[in-house]
């Protein structure tokens, strides 16, 4: 029976050898079950943090497209009106001048006016004044020559005659270029 128990005793090891390497392999699979689902679980956190990153550049880069889009409408918009606010300015400053023109005439025309008035009125002072001489020359029989004034010889210069204006075509808005 030596034999025979010897032989179990053998198996008995051999079992155990068995047994033991296959314990160690069930713990070395066991950690790598572990560290897979470590790693995972590692992977799904990265993969919710990227997708959640994604929807929010997505987003942004959303609003940067509208934000894009209502730039370049307040840039056309304000394009036109920068071209509106230049040909409104020309032809303000068109109308300006010919305002300017139009005082300047008045005034040299109300300046002869004047001068001619005072001229006028001087002219009958004289006469009145040259009655009362008269009344006065007959009696000592010699008057003084008369004498010209300044207003009398500024009086006879006569302004041009008026020249018929030409009107200007309105000013044509610019239409803006398209992009």
Do not use: G
């Amino acid at each position: 029976m030596s034999d025979n128990s010897e032989l179990l005793q053998q198996r008995v090891d051999s079992q155990r050898q068995k047994l033991e390497q296959a314990s160690s392999v069930a713990e070395l699979t066991r950690a790598r079950l572990d560290a897979a689902a470590a790693a995972a679980d590692d992977a799904l956190r990265e993969r919710k943090r990227l997708k959640t990153a994604r929807e929010l550049a997505e987003s942004r880069a959303a609003r940067l497209r509208k934000e894009a889009r209502k730039a370049k409408k307040l840039a056309v918009a304000t394009a036109e009106d920068r071209a509106d606010a230049e040909s409104e300015l020309a032809e303000n400053t068109a109308a300006l001048e010919k305002r300017q023109a139009k005082l300047v005439k008045a005034e040299a025309a109300l300046a002869a006016a004047q001068a001619t008035e005072a001229a006028e009125q001087a002219t009958t002072e004289q006469a009145t004044t040259k009655k009362a001489t008269t009344k006065k020359a007959t009696t000592k029989k010699a008057s003084a020559p008369r004498k010209r004034t300044a207003a009398s010889s500024t009086a006879r210069k006569r302004t041009p005659a008026k020249t018929a204006t030409t009107k200007r075509a309105p000013a044509r808005k610019a239409t803006p270029p398209r992009s």
